[in-house]
């Protein structure tokens, strides 16, 4: 089945651009028209319709990105009646203009093809992606000297791929542990109240908390840098992390350099942003204390993230109705499914077995 699954998304993506038969799919299937609608939105979680609206909205925004091709011709090619209603399109998705992303383009969350073989653990660092994060550090350094700058990176895992791989300089480096997208948080971030409400969240003594999440980041409390990098992907995960460390930034009034290195996590290509971190305090309050999208521009990829991580606070979203239907399926089983289909969510087990408990519970 997962090789008629990728014969089927491959024929969805060499037909991205024309208008789309559902009729012509299961004709090349050899399927009815309805068991094709049925069998994708079973293994993938999400309606066909959907996924060639999420594929066609993102590669537009590359070609805006790398092109000069007429806005009113790249939104004709994907399918678009009209300028006015592929802007629409994509200010809904990513929160910016597409003229407005085009004179200034920004980090996005990325919206790959599906690989229906692909595994979470297969990738494998390469040189070309060693050089492009050693070319970003290279020219922080020729700015500041290395006992002035702190990498923060998005989490244990990263920091051990950073050291494995031998890409930590002289500079300071240290992950931060933490999920903000799980469970409850406070105004003043690191204080004493948030600290205990974080540990009781992640059902942990405060002393492991101050373990695992806060002495790594002494480093962050007691020195004043004049350059702070933070290594975070684009997924929703990622960007709730991020978020946090920017309203903490601000609430401690930082006035050095920030510096977001946008990590593709799938395959370490890095793109790199420059952060002043003010009104990141509002966000994070709206966002992650009372549940608002807020009003306040965004970085696309922080306005994506912001709209997933709302999203995943609903009772039914689409994660909950893919567990739904899959609640026969082993434990093992089910979390290499989530873990491959909803990448964009960037959540990893304990999250996930969370959601399945509660989704068993009710």
Known sequence: MDQTMQEMVDWIEEHLAEDFSLERLGNYMGYSPYYCSFK???????TIKRYMALRKIYLASIELKETNRKTIDIAFKYGYLSQEAFSRAFKGMFGISPSAFRKAPQPLQTYVKFDINSRRDEFSMDISQKLMIGALQNRIYDQFADQEILNILNGQMMYEEFYKHQLMEKSDYVP???AMCSNATTVAIFSDEFKAIRAAGHQVSLQDYERITMTPLKPLLQHNYKCIVLWFGDDMFCQMNLLTLL???????YEGKVFYHM?????YDVEETDLLPEGYNEIYQQVLIHHRLPEAKLMPVMYQGIRLYLESLKEDNEITAYISKHLDKPQSELLQQLFHLFPHYGL?????IKIIEAVKAR
């Open 40 to 46: 994708f939105h079973q293994m993938t979680g999400i």
């Open 176 to 178: 931060f542990n933490e």
């Open 247 to 253: 309203a903490f930034l601000e609430q401690e009034g």
């Open 348 to 352: 990893g087990d304990l999250q996930y």
């Open 263 to 267: 990590v593709k996590e799938a395959t």
